[in-house]
């Protein structure tokens, strides 16, 4: 049987009529449609491959393109299939109550004996790993993208955890779950192990993440909160700014050992592929640096909250008169700025 997600009426003028003709038909034959559009799901139509699922591009007859997650083991009855199951019902209700330009957008849902798989929209750009791992694509994200990008991802955390009503965690920011659309703007995506906090109450949670991007403390407690969030933000914004991931640097910075790093300077950090940034333009970077440095503080009492990691990336401000050979022992030495 296929289900339809319920929509406001100013989201129904979002959607193209077209789309709700598709989604109008009988459920047999809205699972047909998908059916036929991936080939039965083969290899050819797949885009992407995660923990719980595979993304299969569906061009309908139409002409309207869509990006389809079908569930590994959904019907089976062993721990994995639950696991997914879990990650299935975690997509839908997590994105059923969320409204936001910069969240991924899902359109329906099918829960069938053979296939159950979600139906989004088809952001054609790839991902931030995909982008910054390719040469060719890297040098198309300049460093003002970069920076936008940055603050596209803050401002749909901040929605999240600040305007949600409970707050939605994400628990698996990382650079392979911000989406490209064709201009080049970025959509936070994949809510399988998503989770809404209790206000009344502790939130206890097995660990979830991508490694190289999961907050420290989950090394010792299973408790999930915003911070931990904030705290894979901060790894992937210093990889927009980077090029790579900071890899060795998270150890630096979660240890306080500045030694490794001593006589660095902070041009060192820089994607090496973009041309030397313009002084406003490394204004804007060191600041962004700093946010992100300040975000994956070992203690997540001092990380600062996406709300306030949003504000001061959208205010208009005045930079200080920061050189791009600032030394990263300078840069993490600097105080917080206020939002």
């Known amino acids: ?80 299939s639950w696991h997914d199951l879990r990650s299935f019902s975690n997509e839908i209700s997590t994105l059923t109550n969320l409204r936001h330009r910069n969240i991924v957008k899902l359109y329906g849902f099918c829960a069938h004996n053979r296939h159950s798989f979600l139906i989004y929209e088809y952001l054609q750009g790839g991902s931030l790993a995909q982008v910054l791992s390719d040469d060719e694509k890297a040098l198309l994200l300049g460093w003002l993208e970069r920076i936008n990008v940055v603050k596209v991802v803050a401002k749909a955390l901040s929605y999240m955890h600040h305007d949600c009503l409970p707050p939605i965690v994400h628990r698996d920011i990382s650079s392979k779950n911000v989406l490209f659309d064709s201009e080049h703007e970025a959509h936070v995506s994949d809510f399988g192990t998503a989770r809404f906090l ?104 001092y990380r600062p909250t996406m709300q306030q990691v949003s504000m001061l990336l959208s205010k208009e401000r005045d930079f200080p008169n920061f050189s791009p050979d600032i030394t990263l022992s300078q840069l993490f030495g600097l105080e917080f700025p206020n939002p």
């Open 1 to 80: 049987m296929v289900y339809e997600k319920r929509n406001t009426v100013e989201e129904e003028r979002d959607f193209t009529k077209d789309l709700f003709t598709i989604w109008s038909f009988d459920g047999k034959m809205t699972y047909e449609s998908i059916i036929e559009a991936t080939g039965n799901f083969d290899s050819s139509y797949c885009i992407g491959v995660g923990g719980h699922g595979s993304v299969f591009r569906a061009e309908l007859p139409s002409g309207q393109i869509f990006a389809v997650k079908k569930f590994h083991t959904l019907g089976m009855q062993d721990d994995e």
């Open 198 to 301: 209790s206000i009344d109450s502790s939130n206890w949670t097995s660990i979830a993440g991508t490694m190289g991007y999961t907050a420290p403390e989950f090394a010792y407690t299973a408790e999930v909160n915003c911070k931990c969030d904030v705290y894979s933000f901060g790894v992937v914004t210093l990889e927009v700014i980077m090029g790579k991931h900071p890899g060795d640097l998270i150890t630096c910075l979660s240890t306080s050992s500045f030694s490794a790093i001593d006589g660095m300077i902070f041009k060192d950090l820089l994607d090496p592929r973009l041309p030397s940034p313009k002084r406003n333009v490394t204004q804007q970077l060191v600041l962004v640096a700093k946010i992100a440095v300040s975000c994956m503080n070992s203690n997540p009492q």
